[in-house]
């Protein structure tokens, strides 16, 4: 069967076309056929005006159109749709949804901070490592920060921030923001097993790549803190030169960076790996597990 899951995010729009094969009883495999990005930007608009402009809306629809037409080309049976914190916070994020279903016939779900971390677990990548560590997903994004820990087989918070990117560089972000999600940090991994980071998000994927790791390897903190200096150390332009970094990413790696190295000093983390998963990989599970439990539907 092949799926698709949608994510609006605050930076970018992704389409994952996924075929899910299942033999009998066996655990299903998910190969990854193709995704797509598009740096819709939505954040910029709507953590300043509190609004989807008409030419963000514009570009938002002919985006969709695409995604649309992708689909068709992979013959997709079924898709899930869903938008983050940009959408969240937009005054007239209702009826550009309307009006985005009207003309491509997708169905763009908005969903909480907690249901987007919820959906980040459930890749279940900290289920498949080492018992004597803890774990906690960082999924950083344009508009939130969603964070779940997990020990002793036990999933003990999920928890969504509006500490992101898009609103870092803006200078939307309160130091009483931060103060709330250092104490959320160190209150529940307070005498826990050894905290593990799991990072996802476009950004910690490309440092990862810049590092030349094998997949699999973890990224230490140390070495992120100093990719941290070192892009910090240059202009938008010569990061996008010297890294081959496109200007959207070039302009929201180093407000990053930032986010997953307080999380880890806050939950004293020395590590962290880096599986290249996110929300629409959750949201394909998710829509898998909708699918064997409503068969007919």
């Not at 066996?26 to 954040?43: E, I």
């Not at 959408?87 to 997708?106: F, H, K, L, P, Q």
């Not at 100093?226 to 150390?233: D, I, R």
């Amino acid at each position: 069967m092949i799926l698709a899951a949608i994510d609006i995010g605050s930076n970018a729009a992704r389409l994952l076309i996924t075929e899910v094969v299942q033999n009998g009883n066996s655990k299903p495999q998910f190969n990854k056929l193709n995704l797509f990005r598009v740096p819709l930007r939505l954040g910029f608009d709507v953590f300043e005006s509190n609004q989807i402009s008409h030419e963000k809306e514009k570009m938002f629809t002919e985006t969709m159109k695409g995604f649309k037409h992708l689909m068709n080309a992979y013959s997709v049976q079924a898709v899930k749709a869903c938008a983050t914190s940009a959408m969240r916070d937009a005054a007239n994020s209702e009826e550009v949804i309307r009006r985005i279903y009207a003309s491509t016939g997708i169905q763009i779900e908005i969903i909480s901070g907690d249901m987007e971390a919820n959906l980040v677990y459930e890749n279940h990548v900290a289920e498949n490592m080492d018992a004597e560590n803890s774990y906690l997903y960082i999924d950083v994004g344009g508009g939130s920060t969603e964070l779940s820990f997990f020990s002793n087989g036990v999933l003990i918070l999920k928890k969504s921030f509006d500490i992101g990117t898009i609103r870092l560089l803006k200078n939307f972000v309160t130091d009483e923001q931060w103060d709330e999600m250092k104490n959320n940090i160190k209150a529940v991994t307070k005498g826990h097993k050894q905290v593990i980071a799991i990072g996802s998000g476009g950004n910690i994927n490309k440092v990862f790549s810049l590092s030349k790791k094998k997949d699999g390897k973890p990224l230490n903190f140390e070495l992120l803190k100093n990719y941290y200096q070192e892009l910090a150390s240059f202009s938008i332009e010569a990061r996008m030169e010297q890294y081959k970094m496109r200007r959207d990413r070039a302009d929201v790696i180093v407000p990053a960076l930032s986010i997953y190295l307080n999380v880890m000093r806050w939950a004293n983390a020395d590590e962290i790996f880096v599986p290249k998963i996110g929300l629409a990989d959750g949201l394909i599970q998710h829509l898998w597990q909708q699918i064997k439990n409503n068969p007919t539907s």
